[in-house]
């Protein structure tokens, strides 16, 4: 329900190419012109196997993202970059965590990224229609505009020596995390400012790389990190 409303309500987006839901659901979106009533069996036959689609669904138009100099201007803020983290509900529940914790927008790889439907949008619960994101090229020549722009680039390394905390001084911070396993890449690394950890006192090796995404800005959100120009 909540990707399908905020998509939408959406003023990015124009009408769905196809919008079907039972007849409990579609009193809920009385107005949307070519609404199709169909029994909750019936919309299933349109999904992937074992989708949960709770008596709606949606083929969008395609959401257009932005590029690197809009979702970077001006240099306020926190933006998310993700470096080839390819697991769909991990990138929703991303997107859910940046849209919660305020954060500008959200950095991807135009390849080696999952696209922003499915079950990315429903694990993402209207937060890719909530929250800006730019789809790129090539992301160490991302942050290098960034940087111009005035972003200081955090990216997370468990095996780094700083702690997430010490690292974020109350600039406008790019967080960079990589996929679960490989990490950030090196070249990516190599232009960010500073890798930083996320101290684990528990001693766990590693966290759910969504998981970890939701600390970092959880930190990054507090009052004075992260919010100055």
């Known amino acids: 329900m909540h990707a399908v409303e905020a998509a939408l309500a959406n003023p990015k987006r124009g ?10 659901r579609a009193k809920k979106l009385s107005g949307h012109k070519n609404l199709e009533i169909l029994e909750a069996q019936e919309i299933a036959r349109y999904l ?12 969008p138009e395609p959401l257009e993202g932005s590029d690197i100099d809009a979702i970077g201007s001006p240099a ?38 999952p696209p922003l439907t499915g079950a990315l949008a429903k694990a993402a619960a209207g937060a890719v229609d ?13 942050l290098e505009r960034l940087s111009e722009l005035g972003w200081k680039v955090v990216g997370l390394d ?30 990516v690394a190599e232009h960010c400012d500073i890798l930083a950890r996320i101290p684990m006192p528990g001693g766990f090796e590693s966290l759910n790389v969504s998981n970890a995404a939701a600390i970092a800005l ?9 919010r100055k120009s």
């Not at 992937?48 to 083929?59: I, N, R, T, Y």
């Not at 970059?81 to 500008?104: C, E, H, W, Y």
């Not at 095996?159 to 890449?185: F, K, P």
């Open 76 to 113: 306020k803020g926190v933006l998310v970059m993700l470096d080839q983290i390819t697991d769909p509900q991990n990138v929703g529940a991303i997107f859910r965590s940046a849209a919660a914790f305020g954060a500008k927008g959200i950095i991807l790889q135009d390849r080696n990224a």
């Open 15 to 24: 009408e769905p190419r196809r919008l079907v839901a039972t007849a409990d």
């Open 48 to 59: 992937p196997q074992g989708a949960v689609h709770q008596g709606l669904a949606m083929k």
């Open 158 to 187: 468990g095996a780094a020596d700083t702690d997430l905390a010490d690292a974020l001084e109350g600039s406008a911070t790019v967080l960079v995390l990589g996929s679960e396993g490989e990490g950030i890449r090196r070249l």
């Open 218 to 226: 959880y930190e990054a959100s507090r009052p004075g990190i992260g």
């Open 130 to 142: 909530q929250i800006d994101h730019a789809s790129v090229v090539n992301l160490s020549r991302a």
